[in-house]
């Protein structure tokens, strides 16, 4: 299978629904994620080198347009006419919201059409406060400014009256949901938890007043509460051995569920009773999804679509075997697929789906992993351990085309969840917080120790991640330099402290509340830093990175590398000038993942 093919096959999300059930539509045709129009057929809208996102508003064909520069994530709002998309030079898009040194999301579009809500932190360059700006008067107002990072949730409630926003709390995995009633100007805080962290997502308005929420307070996985603003009143009305969220109807009589088994996505579309009183659940139905795989959301990937009555769902769907896809679905029907992007539905033969499996680590915690295997070998295998992100984030069932390029060239490939991933409940994520961080490190040689049972060649083992993903990478080879037979960093973490000196303001004291604050943990920052160690490194290491990242400053990688020519370790460092925090333009990923697949395939001594 050629690598190339894999790294040139698309995806396509659902962004947004209007009135007409027209659907925004971005997809990466073009190389990049661009804005397309699907009503009928696939109208493709924009085309810039930079990938873009946006929403409708509604009542006319206007749509939001949110756009960065180089992965510099100082996003910048405009406003284009959909029947006139803008050219390729920006031509025929309006500012809404820019101001350059800045970064800008949108949170929400009111009901009428007539309102924007963003966040920004243009206040001072570090709060990210919550703004709101009238279309007609082009007038902006400050509506939420005591500081933290305030960032979208579901924008506004149906009626229009409350906006939606989410704040960090000061402990890790700690948010509030934060509601700006249009009417009085008031902030509700409608779940407080002052007494422990735990997590509160976006409202689903099943009422005017009333909605349903996803939390994990007083438990350890997200359950669903039940919320009425008029009354102050709030109970648990669904939980399960899963987290779950939470999707409304704009009519608020059907509630999409969707919960994260171990990494894959079941959805049930649920009824609502409301009358006097909390809403309840009454019906279910069950969705039989395309597959194995997840319901994709995220910024650029908005939460699924629940159409106005309730009568289907449309979702982004991407899994081992799928790129991904946009589809359709109603409860009872299989699910119709709207997209069909170049390389998903089969186009790219010989996938491999992985099996799930555990192991215990040091301390007897279970580690859950995926494990990609090619097919027909008996042999034991070099293999690639791929850690993902965040740290407060999760690997689950969707398209790796470096994941499903390495097994095509021979590797087996273990994709862990080590200690701190989300999705397994609030204690397991809360087990690498701050002076802990080393504890996930230690997963990785449990994971090493595990190797050979299941099939692979420990000794030809490899680490490969990005962002904290690549932290883990340079911590692996760094504190179990025995262990490990090369490295592939992207985006990473060489030094927790100058990491946190160097990253941007405002992401500095967010970052300090999950790894150790520069003022209280700076000895422990230290010792946990894989530069701190760089003289025990003798695994080569294949080093990419964005010039413009804003999380993980590119000298990140120029510092480790410096240590690596002095002390003569085998090492590539690749750096894209219009990249930021990881690589996002198809042309750079087919310069760089094929070059690091030649890395491993050297290093790991692959027949």
Known sequence: MDITKLLESRSARALDEDDSGRLLIASDLIGTFQLYELDGELRQLTAFSEPISGRYLPGGRRVVVQMDAGGNERHQLYLMDADHPPGSDGSMLEPLAVSEAHGHSIAGVSPDGCQVAFCCNKRNGVDFDLYVIDLDSRQERLVYSEGGWARPATGYSPDGRYLSFILPGQRPLDEDLALY?????????????????ALVGGPAFVGPTAFFVSSNIGRDMMGLFAVDLATGESELALESAHDLECHASKDGRKLLVVANAGGSSQATLWEVETGSGLPKLGRSFELELPGAGVIAGSLLTPSPLVSSDGSKVTYSFTSPLVPGDVFSQSPGRAPARLTESPGSNGAVDGLVEPTSESLKSFDGEEIPVFCYRPRGTGAALPVVVVIHGGPESQSVLTFNPMIQ??????????????????????????????????????????????????????????????????YMVLAGVSFQPDLWAAGVDIVGISDLVTFLENTSPYRRAFREREYGSLADDRAFLESASPLRRADDIRAPLFVIHGLNDPRVPVGEARQLVDSLERRGIDHELLVY???????????NKLDAYPKALDFLAAHLRLD
């Open 405 to 470: 390029a390495m097994v095509a060239r021979g590797f087996g490939v273990v994709v862990p969840n080590v200690r701190g991933s989300t999705g397994y409940g609030k204690r397991y994520a809360s087990l690498d917080d701050t002076t802990r961080r080393l504890d996930s490190v230690a997963d990785l040689a449990a994971i090493h120790g595990w190797l050979d049972s299941a099939g692979f060649d420990s000794r030809r083992a490899a680490l490969y991640g990005g962002s904290y993903g690549g």
């Open 577 to 587: 000038e219009d990249e930021g925090h990881g690589l996002s333009k198809l042309a």
């Open 181 to 197: 009633d249009t009417d009085t100007g008031q902030i509700l805080h409608p779940l407080p938890h002052r007494e422990e962290a």
